[in-house]
């Protein structure tokens, strides 16, 4: 799947491409599943401007697959073993840098929408073996997201008392690995029945922020007053302020998506008096996918996958499914 002429998902065709040969330091994946991300359909529509390329180009950053063939030089991989290309390959380790996102899959470069894709060795990371090909799609992009926000520069830890906003991808990735550090959770949403489904995974609380619009508050009275130690805001322009009201002292606000709106108003003379630490997140290093990928096998982690599957042709149908807003966890895509 290809978008073709301009950008636009109205602009999505199938098309019949060569085969792709690796390269010397390259392996050859068969991919079986891609994962939808907001940054897909922001993307397609032309909104990264000349960061994003120019089509006509392949989209999608997250994907699994098998590896079919070595380059002649390929080392760290076998034929058969189950891959995931990681979200940049320009980013190995670190914190973003003025390069990180040159190599990202998706745009500017060619993306995970495709049959056969040859990706650099040092562009790919063995997927948990106790996940499906579904299931591993969704971790080079949502769930590393996460894991820099919480483990990365968050640096949760038991006790911790941390906030998150949502049940999508990133977020419900957010609650697992604060969980997995030990952390109370404290899970906001619009519904009743997201929450509810969110409790297994291990959401210690739950507050319904279109009952209760004053969240921050209702989270802020569960530490006693005190305000949380973390907050995954994904809302943007639509939360921030509430979520600096609802953070404590010297606490810290991973800022992942404006979902809410870019244009938040701020109270700066908060976040100076409190020494709130406010950190934009996105995505991660290849180094970070693994640490990631070890923790999740060593756990036995598995992402939510949304009850609605697509095949491969209907990527239109995924994307309009993230559009509506009406999953829970990651939409994917599966092949053949």
């Known amino acids: 799947m290809r978008l073709e002429e301009d950008w636009g998902l109205e602009n ?22 891609v994962a939808i991300n907001p940054r897909d359909t ?22 699994a697959g098998t590896v079919v063939a070595l380059g002649s030089h390929a080392k760290g991989f076998a034929i058969g073993d189950r891959v995931c290309p990681n979200f940049s390959r320009t980013w190995q380790e670190g914190q973003i840098g003025s390069r990180s996102m040159d190599g990202a899959h998706g745009g500017p470069l060619d993306g995970t929408m495709c049959e ?53 991808g990133v977020s419900l990735f957010a609650l697992q690995f604060a969980k997995m550090q030990g952390a109370e959770v404290v899970l906001i949403s619009s519904s009743d029945e997201k929450l509810a489904r969110a409790r297994p995974l291990g959401a210690d609380h739950v507050i319904n922020y ?19 130690d973390h907050i995954v805001d994904i809302g943007g322009g639509g939360t921030l302020e509430k979520s600096i009201a609802a953070i404590r002292a010297s606490g810290t606000i991973s800022l992942i998506g404006v979902l809410g709106g870019a244009v938040p ?6 976040v100076v008096t409190q020494n709130v630490r406010l950190q934009g997140v996105t995505c991660g290093s290849l180094r970070m ?18 009850d609605t599957r697509f095949d491969f042709e209907d990527l239109p149908g995924a994307l309009e499914r993230l559009l509506q807003g009406g999953h829970y966890g990651k939409v994917v895509c599966r092949f053949g």
């Open 116 to 168: 056969l894709m040859a990706v650099p060795t040092n562009a790919a990371v063995k997927a948990p073996p106790h996940m499906t090909p579904e299931e591993a799609a969704t971790l080079p992009c949502a769930a590393v997201t996460a894991w820099n926000a919480v483990v990365e520069q968050g640096h949760v830890k038991a006790g911790d008392i941390v906030l998150i906003q949502g049940t999508g």
């Open 42 to 63: 922001i993307l397609m529509r032309g909104g990264y401007g000349r960061k994003g390329g120019n089509p006509p180009i392949i989209p999608l950053c997250d994907g």
């Open 289 to 306: 996918f693994e640490d990631m990928a070890a923790a999740m096998t060593l756990h036995k982690t598995r992402p939510v996958l949304d």
């Open 12 to 33: 999505i065709r199938l098309v019949d491409l060569p085969d792709p040969e690796p390269g010397p330091d390259e392996i050859l994946i068969r991919m079986e599943a």
């Open 265 to 270: 108003s701020v109270p700066l003379g908060r």
């Open 210 to 228: 279109s009952t209760n619009p004053d969240w921050h508050k209702a989270a802020r009275d569960l530490t006693g007053g005190r305000g949380l």
